[in-house]
């Protein structure tokens, strides 16, 4: 094929051509999509209008919750669009903003896992100092330097992977991957390759391994809990987010940590509809609704929007 250096549109081939089957898809894409932004907003809403959950573990579930909103918005409703007018095309200039966009409120997703890794150990091993250690300006610095850190990174990626030229514009997932990408480029891009493999490690991995430490410290602390409610109480706020970050790790390692040149599978697309669909869908149930100040917050949000609505038709 002849070389795009400025590729007008890309050609999406990561599901079936089977009408019936994208009908398919697109219902549940949507259910998905419909679970994940109504049950993030409802934490955003529950805790910004209940002032007792004005603490910094509840301000790291909004900003989670904002994060987990951006990263599912940024792929399905395009994916959806693509199932429902049985197209398949992107624009050169989408998909630059998916890549772009996906990486920011991904790293930044990331980034918050790990914050709130230390937010739990600073709460379960040093509880008499957590309101100094964790107060309200160390929070805010925290999140913005994830932001500022994730936009640097976003925008040094995405020039990175559309520097290059293109030899085909066919690429074989359900959004604008970057490893599906590098495929398509028919310069060398190795050095391309080896700098991604470089910053995402050093991320990444610098993340994983501070949130590894982080909790073998945290389950020495509370073995020593001589009462086993107290234990059980700390590991029920520490294990679904050991168990979320563990998924997210995986699924991504598969997908980024090996060689553009490995040839493309359907476990590629299947790996990619779990960590960038399962993890904002769950976040909401898995960190916050088996919280019980949550749920009590839930509840007076949604009695409150039921007695204003009966207000309104009476």
């Keep these: 094929m002849q070389n795009q250096t400025s590729t007008p549109t890309f050609l999406l081939m990561g599901f079936s051509e089977i009408r019936k089957l994208q009908i398919l898809y697109f219902f549940v894409f949507l259910a998905s999509y419909l679970a994940a932004i109504t049950g993030n907003l409802l934490i955003i809403l529950a805790i910004a209008l209940d002032h007792h959950l004005h603490t910094p573990m509840y301000f790291f579930l909004i900003n989670l919750a904002m994060m987990d909103i951006g990263i599912i918005s940024v792929i399905v409703p395009k994916s959806m669009a693509m199932f429902l007018l049985n197209s398949r095309w992107i624009s050169y200039f989408g998909c630059v903003a ?43 610095q925290m999140v913005v330097t994830g932001w500022v850190t994730s936009l640097i990174y976003a925008t040094l990626h995405t020039c990175g992977t559309f520097a290059n030229t293109f030899c085909s514009i066919a690429v074989k997932q359900f959004f604008c991957e970057v490893p599906a990408l590098l495929k398509l480029t028919c310069s060398d891009f190795y050095l391309v390759e ?58 991504i390692l598969f997908a ?13 697309v299947a790996f990619a509809v779990i960590y960038t669909i399962i993890p904002p869908t769950l976040n909401p ?11 009590t917050a839930l509840w007076k949000l949604l009695d409150h929007s039921s007695n204003s609505f009966s207000r309104v038709v009476l």
């Design 256 to 268: 980024y940590a090996r060689s553009p040149t490995y040839a493309s599978s359907d476990l590629d």
């Design 285 to 295: 149930f898995i960190y916050s609704m088996r919280n019980k100040e949550i749920k």
């Design 98 to 140: 998916q890549v772009f966009l996906y990486f920011l409120f991904g790293i930044s997703d990331f980034i918050l896992l790990t914050i709130m890794a230390r937010d739990r150990y600073v709460a379960i091993c040093n509880p008499l100092q957590y309101e100094s250690v964790m107060n309200k300006g160390a929070c805010i």
């Design 194 to 251: 080896v700098w991604f493999l470089v910053i995402s490690s050093s991320i990444g991995l610098g993340c994983f391994i501070f949130i590894i430490i982080t909790y073998m410290q945290i389950f020495s602390t509370v073995l020593r809990i001589p009462s086993i409610h107290g234990q059980k109480k700390a590991l029920s706020t520490c294990l679904p987010h050991l168990t979320v970050v563990s998924v997210l790790m995986s699924t």
